[in-house]
């Protein structure tokens, strides 16, 4: 993909999944590409037009998604900036350089702080919210696993054909060069070294992602023109997929990073409900995601375990994230305190 001339969409079929992976791990060998410039991959079932969920939804869904996002997404930029010191050598939380947060420093610096926090939109994206991002893997596995697995079903498809789209990174950085690709694996690691949660999920599929379509709501993004000239595109047939891949090692619904996003939804969401006109459009949203959540927290062991209903799970969480977030802010207004009667005069 890497190589001289111009890059031609091929559509390539494979008579077997064994065949499609033994071919894709060839070519990232081949490439022999390092972090972030790593081929990228994505796998879908059936053959979908390449969009973000917030392109999929209807204008008024669209709008109220794009708010809470960008609610949410700034609440936690918010409390990392609070954990983060700023020198000369580089950004650190309680010592630990982050590179990641070096990268937000400078698009903050240059583009604005609004795009800085859109840095972490990927995160909530790989957790269930709409979003203007687009998931890909750095591992040809994940995605011949989603272009293979029935999550409703909770079972492969092993009939049919897949589809596994291909890019070369650096190729669509320049065709399109305000197209950001984020490394989901380095940028939870952040998070989990500020919020001491453990990210399982983007490990395991070696999560990246593609943000797009955040500068104009209102006409397409040049990057998907890039996204289609480049992609190169494959088939392959499922029917021996179960005998290479196994759902447990890369569909990881639950981890640590998820129940606190959830909760720190649930702790918008309760907000919102006091401080938004009935009107408003973001409302609609959050019950529906208030009614996922309940959902998914009804269906673990937990709600059994302690012998109370969701709700009162929800409101456990909701309670728990508030004194979280109070004790940290208590720490860091103490830091910020010593820090200034340490600091030498002038």
Known sequence: MGGKGQVVAVVRHFGSTRDALSYLESLVASEKRVGRRRLLFRGERNLYPLKTTLDRASPDEKFGHHLILHDLVSHLFDYIESQVTVTDGGIYVRGKPLDILQEVETVQQTVGGGAA??????????????????????????????????????????????????????????????????????????????????PIRPERQSGASIILGYANWETPDPAYEALDEEKLHFTFDRADVEDLLHPKRYYFPDDELYHFLRTHEAHYTN???????????????????????????????????LGVTPEVLLRYRIVAYRMWYFFWDIVWTVQKMQKRQTAPSE
């Open 117 to 198: 926090r859109r840095y972490f939109a990927p995160v909530f994206q790989h957790y269930g919210w709409a979003s203007y991002c687009l998931d890909v893997s750095y591992d040809p596995r994940v995605a011949l696993f989603f272009a293979s697995y029935n999550f409703a079903e909770d079972r492969f498809d092993k009939t049919g054909h897949g589809h596994v789209y291909c890019w070369d990174p650096d190729r669509l950085r320049q065709k399109a060069h305000f197209l950001w690709i984020v490394d989901l694996v380095h940028l939870c690691e952040t998070l989990n070294t500020v919020l001491k949660v453990s």
């Open 271 to 305: 907000y919102a409900n006091r401080s938004f006109e009935a009107d408003d459009v973001r409302l609609p949203v959050l019950s529906r995601h208030r009614q996922n959540y309940l959902k998914d927290i009804a269906e673990l062991e937990t709600c059994v375990e």
